[in-house]
DNA sequence: TATAGAGGTTCCAGCGGGTGGAAGGTCAAT
DNA sequence: ATTGACCTTCCACCCGCTGGAACCTCTATA
């Protein structure tokens, strides 16, 4: 099939789907007039990665779970390992945003949100706060 | 001062400070030598950046507040909106998240972890799975 | 005064993960 | 024969920096 039935199939964009052959994902036939094909197995791979990327996993790390699907003899313990790892990077991931909603929520409560120039969030944003927010932020990597 | 004593002041590294005054959200003085020259009002600047940053605005957004920051007659309201904005967006992607980590977490769970082949999390990315975890997945934008 | 080292400058390239658009080739239906 | 949908390649851009090369300038010490 051609690439837009590939792309209906797997909800992947056409751009996206030539950009993972781009960087040797997949790698579908081509046709005698140049028209890329695809496979079911090539569909199959694409769905892999449409469900992995889903899921949170790096472009790289989609590319060693498609090694790990590929290798029969692979240790389930090897793709446990690499979930567990991405579920403390969301748990990681998950505080940083709490302690920012936080923060802000604080400021936001504070501000009257009239038409009154005096602005508690800019006035901390400015380092001349008067609320009882503490701001020694990390930098949001 | 010069660029080194700014990156100090404000924790930010001077790569990022060069880069900020390249899409003009900051514009030192040059010295005779020059080099930047930064006044205490450019540090200022910086360091409102570096705090609204830290507090997941964009640059864009930062450009805003900066320009709100320099509007004595902006109503605090407009301040306010940008911060429930963030709050909201916030939210969803902590949300997002937490069913992201769900689904992770159920998978690894059903995954034994030893040096046998049988996988459901690969077999879940394979769309072969017979762990009852549903995956409508949406993109994670 | 020569020199070393710390700091400054510019410019170019790349990260991740695509996305947009232009210019052109191909196919099926009218 | 023409339309329009689909396909191709290529190049540039998004965000928010960051790394590195090549070079300039200042200060301290031998």
Redesign the pocket.
């Known amino acids: 099939?051609?690439?837009?039935?590939?792309?209906e199939r797997t909800k992947?964009?056409?751009?996206?789907?030539?950009?993972?052959?781009?960087?040797a994902l997949v790698a579908?036939e081509?046709?005698?007039?140049?028209?890329?094909?695809y496979s079911d197995k090539d569909v199959h791979r694409l769905r892999f990665?449409q469900r992995a990327?889903g899921l949170g996993?790096?472009?790289?790390?989609?590319r060693l779970l498609l090694s790990l699907y590929e290798d029969q003899h692979r240790a389930s313990s090897d793709v446990k390992a690499l979930a567990t790892d991405k579920i403390q990077e969301i748990d990681r991931k998950i505080k940083e945003l709490n302690s920012l909603k936080k923060t802000l929520a604080a400021l936001a409560q504070n501000c009257h949100g009239d038409d009154k120039p005096d602005c508690p969030i800019i006035d901390d944003l400015a380092g001349m706060a008067d609320v009882p927010v503490s701001f020694a932020q990390k930098?949001a990597?």
Chains 1, 2 share one sequence.
């Open positions: 099939m051609n690439i837009g039935q590939a792309s992947l964009p056409p751009k996206t789907i030539r950009y993972y052959e781009e960087i579908p081509r046709g005698p007039n140049g028209y890329r094909r990665l990327r996993f790096t472009i790289e790390e989609c930098s990597k």
